[in-house]
């Protein structure tokens, strides 16, 4: 396959006041491929989808304390999120502003964006969690690039050796 086409995804306001996801291409792209604008109306659906399908759940993780720190609601959050992300790099595109698009879209901040990105990645089989390590604990394991190190702190947290952050970070600096 070709090298991915960037698009990106912008919230426009139609005449009529309703406010749509659209999709677009560099111009370049749509003259060489005229063809495209199914598939373009096509992941605007499926985004649109996608949005719709994550305000669902992040109701449901702001509903109560113990459901924002749940990693099992978060990863279900992350999952839906890369795997649309992953759809459309099957049909041949890179979503290239997907952490600002989301963060727009959803009301959670570019940072926490990434941060559920690279959860789903990093675990990308739910039943790798430990629902004992919080939403924030997991946060800071990401902060870890090398797995083994990260696999380390898991168990130090499983084990009770390590049970705030404060002590994740405090380990993390001795593993540099």
């Known amino acids: 396959m070709d090298s991915l086409i960037p698009i990106i995804i912008n919230k426009t306001k139609d005449p009529d006041g309703l406010e749509r996801f659209r999709a677009a291409l560099s111009l370049e792209e749509l003259i060489l491929k005229p063809s495209l604008s199914k598939q373009i109306m096509e992941i605007q ?44 790099e099957d049909k041949g595109y890179h979503f290239a502003n997907s952490a600002n698009a989301l963060s727009r879209d959803l009301g959670i901040s570019e940072r926490q964006v990434n941060y559920l990105i690279e959860f789903a990645k990093t675990f990308p089989r739910k039943e ?49």
């Open 45 to 88: 659906e499926a985004y649109a989808k996608l949005i719709q399908d994550c305000k669902v759940l992040l109701k449901t993780l702001k509903s109560s304390r113990k459901n924002r720190g749940n990693p099992l609601l978060k990863w279900d959050l992350a999952k839906k999120i890369v795997n649309f992300m992953e759809q459309i």
């Open 128 to 176: 790798t969690l430990h629902p004992q390590i919080s939403w924030d604990k997991y946060k800071e394991i990401l902060d870890v690039k090398n797995r083994q190190f990260q696999m380390t702190i898991i168990k130090k947290l499983l084990d009770g050796e390590l049970k705030t952050r404060d002590d994740i970070r405090k380990f993390k600096k001795t593993l540099k």
